[in-house]
């Protein structure tokens, strides 16, 4: 079966991780063993240096590499020369970028409307995919974003392992184009099936959690989850086809 | 790449039905007021385990680890009565209640529990391993060779080092093996003949398995996925995906595990090897 990881994170730390490679000759090796048809990528050096510097180094590495969609860290006062984020994502959009990300923390903005709402927008009208992390974000924030840009498809990474998580279940139930990323961290009993059963199988995409986790954790949780045909399949790489088909090029 | 039956079924998300397939760590019950279970019925648990080939279950109640070893033990009884042969019991004791635990043990292991988990941070919040309220835990266990599960966070191995040393009839079974302090707990592995170390940890940690084995502790390290805190669908995929030869899975996903709990049955499958 074709499998697109959602959630790689390539580029080494600057501390390094005793046993733990990072790079992209590696991941390529991960995807290989663990069969990865393709994966959403993104790049340490967005948060470790700055966005602007680490999509340029996503795009040089990730040039040429057949089943690697890259997505650039975003900060919602956009880059040089414009810092207009409408321009940045334009930008993005006309390197053939599909997929964004956001880190509130690092980059020291507040992903609350009031700051970061121009952002939203625009990724909004350009249906792109947008990943964040749900520890980062908090759930009253993604509740704010959600209710304010109904139409932002925006996908939760390190959603916890709390069952039926007693936030995300009311997030998800409010807000039809919020998604999951289940990485390897979401280990919850029977928590796909639940999931699917409550809200449908279109709202969920595979992680693996590179490089951090053993990425065959992620695989495992959903081929043992007792979904079955076409539930499999979307999470596996349906959900995120249909995502990156959907982005529009023509704002 | 090398054919490994663990990944090809893997894969193709069918059971290990080759070989035996234990889980050390788990619970039943869902009594926590933190953690909402999505439906941790026995029937949902059974079907899970038929779903990954596991053979058999060792669980302790959320009832008792809480505190409430009266009523969690009996739940354990209930079940290892209710599935013969899926469940493997682990007894509580009511750490803050001294005189209630060497009651409370002889009668669940009338019961038929034939092991003990311990949570120095659930049963009685604030007194460690090295409390003499332990004592009489271990002490129970040594006299009728109970293994015993202890859930640690690196810092209590220390607190368990005394009884290791003192009650070597004890197979101990040292949960969340590398959840702080990994070299601690391959040094205990290391040191002590009848200490194992259980893999169950959320993050999945990348190249602990295949560390482990490279440490010499393939027949020490033991495979179990703290179900239903957590899923076992996920938690198995760090050793069938593990980047180290198949009859050293069926050590970790098994074998070891029978060794360590005393089982007396022999697999019910065939082995791969």
Do not use: I, L, M, Y
């Given at each position: 079966m074709k499998l697109i990881a959602c959630d790689p994170l390539i580029g080494r730390p600057r501390v390094p991780a005793p046993g733990i490679e990072s790079s992209l000759d590696d991941f390529l090796g991960e995807m290989q063993r663990l069969q990865l048809s393709a994966a959403v990528v993104r790049h340490r050096v967005c948060t470790d240096i700055s966005p602007i510097h680490g999509n340029r180094v996503l795009m040089q590495e990730l040039a040429?590499?057949?089943?690697l969609f890259p997505a650039w860290g975003l900060t919602?006062?956009?880059?040089?020369?414009?810092?207009d984020i409408e321009a940045t994502v334009r930008a993005m959009l006309g390197s053939g970028v599909k997929v964004a990300w956001i880190d509130p923390t690092a980059h020291e903005f507040s992903p609350q409307p009031w700051c970061s709402g121009a952002m939203y927008d625009i990724l909004q009208q350009a249906r792109v995919p947008l990943l964040a992390d749900y520890s980062v974000l908090g759930p009253d924030a993604v509740h704010t974003i959600s209710k304010e840009f109904p139409q932002l498809r925006l996908a939760l990474l390190?959603?916890?392992?709390?069952?039926?998580?007693r936030m995300v279940y009311p997030l998800l139930r409010m807000h039809p184009n919020l998604h999951v990323c289940f990485t390897p961290t979401f280990s919850v009993f029977d928590g796909h099936r639940d999931l699917c059963d409550t809200?449908?199988?279109?709202r969920w995409l595979l992680g693996t959690g590179y490089p951090n986790a053993e990425g065959g954790s992620g695989i495992t949780g959903l081929m043992y989850s007792g979904l079955q045909g076409e539930a499999v399949e979307a999470i596996a790489y349906g959900n995120i086809e249909r995502l990156l088909a959907e982005v529009r090029h023509d704002i | 790449m090398t054919s490994d039956i663990f990944i090809e079924k893997a894969f193709a998300g069918k059971p290990l039905d080759h070989c035996l397939v234990i889980d050390a760590h788990g619970h039943i019950g869902c009594e926590d007021a933190s953690f909402p279970f999505v439906n941790p019925s026995l029937d949902r648990i059974v079907a899970s385990m038929d779903r990954m080939g596991i053979d058999l279950f060792c669980v302790s109640s959320l009832m008792s680890i809480y505190g409430d070893a009266g009523r969690g033990n009996r739940e354990v009884e209930e079940a290892v009565a209710e599935y013969p042969g899926r469940f493997f019991g682990y007894m509580c004791a009511d750490i803050g209640y001294p005189e209630r635990i060497i009651p409370e043990m002889e009668r669940s292991l009338a019961g038929g529990v034939r092991g003990v988990k311990v949570w120095s941070r659930g049963a009685r919040p604030g007194l460690g391993y090295d409390h003499p309220n332990y004592q009489p835990v271990f002490e129970f266990a040594h006299a009728h060779s109970l293994p015993v599960l202890a859930h640690t966070w690196g810092g209590e191995l220390d607190e368990l080092k005394p009884s290791i040393e003192r009650f070597g009839n004890i197979n101990w079974m040292l949960a969340h093996?590398?959840?702080?302090?990994?070299p601690k707990y391959i040094q205990f592995a290391r040191e002590y003949g009848n200490v194992y170390l259980e893999l169950a940890l959320s993050s999945c940690l990348r190249g602990l398995v295949e560390e482990l084995v490279s440490a010499g502790l393939v027949d020490k390290t033991i495979w179990g996925s703290d179900a239903t805190f957590i899923g076992a669908s996920q938690q198995i995929g760090r050793v069938l995906f593990a980047q180290i030869p198949p009859d050293d899975k069926e050590k970790i996903l098994g074998l070891n595990a029978r060794r360590a709990l005393r089982l007396p049955v022999a697999p019910r499958k065939n082995s791969v090897s």
């Open positions: 040429g590499r057949e089943g919602p006062d956009g880059q040089t020369p414009d810092f390190g959603v916890p392992r709390v069952g039926r998580n809200f449908g199988p279109d | 093996t590398a959840s702080a302090d990994k």
